[in-house]
């Protein structure tokens, strides 16, 4: 089943921050972040595995609740270069280790 | 080291028309997927090999997509006869661990696809 990102687009000024929900109605195995610029291939962020998991690098960090069934993205102080479309891809307990369902993505534009 | 590279990255075809879609995943990954975005909407799955053998072929649209992967390197994936509704992105990714759940994917650049 598809997971549902919110929001659909969000625009910013560089160093505001943004919040990128994903919401499934069944608990995941696992929540995988990508990031998309246009005519380029989707790159990797990070994988949350636990229920209550944070994890982040740089100034992008990412949560996953007890339940497992919600992820967020975070964005702090964002940067030009963090423009471009994020999508959420899940991995449900029936599929692990199999493919990636992706939600709608999230197009961010980052303004001067 | 490169990465998954993906052939042609923009084709334009007359419905009808036969294309040929290929990617090249990173060396030694077992797993390859082919998953399609078509414009406006969300990355949808198409289908999984491991090595050789086709894993998960749920996602194929029709009987008019075929996929293969010989020798467990590269894949094709063929559209005959190519439908107006088949545009869209083709994107193709990677993992290394046929077994192993959680592992990243690298993704292609994707193939952009018109039927016109």
């Known amino acids: 089943q598809q997971p549902v990102q919110s929001p659909q687009a969000v625009i910013l000024r560089e160093g505001e921050d943004a919040v990128i929900n994903c919401s499934s109605s069944k608990a995941l195995y696992s929540v995988h972040w990508y990031r998309q610029k246009h005519g380029e291939a989707p790159i990797f962020l990070m994988i949350?595995?636990?229920?209550?998991e944070q994890k982040g690098h740089d100034k992008i960090s990412a949560s996953f609740n007890e339940k497992k069934q919600q992820s967020s993205l975070y964005l702090t102080a964002s940067q030009l270069s963090y423009s471009g479309t994020y999508f959420c891809?899940?991995?449900?307990?029936?599929?692990?280790?199999?493919?990636?369902?992706f939600g709608g993505g999230t197009r961010l534009m980052v303004k001067p | 080291e490169a990465g998954v590279t993906q052939f042609p990255s923009h084709s334009v075809i007359e419905k009808g028309q036969t294309v040929t879609l290929r990617c090249d995943p990173i060396s030694g990954h077992d797993n390859l997927y082919w998953y399609r975005r078509v414009m406006g909407k969300e990355i949808k799955f198409l289908l999984h090999f491991v090595k050789e053998s086709k894993q998960d072929e749920s996602g194929m649209p029709n009987n008019r997509f075929l996929a293969e992967r010989t020798g467990g390197t590269y894949s094709t994936l063929k559209v005959q006869p190519a439908e107006l509704e088949d545009s869209g992105v083709y994107f193709c990714?990677?993992?290394?661990?046929?077994?192993?759940?959680?592992?990243?994917?690298?993704f292609g650049q994707g193939t952009r696809l018109t039927v016109v």
């Open positions: 990714a990677s993992s290394q661990d046929g077994q192993a759940p959680n592992t990243e994917a690298f």
């Open positions: 891809g899940t991995e449900d307990r029936d599929n692990a280790g199999n493919m990636l369902t």
């Open positions: 949350l595995l636990k229920g209550g």
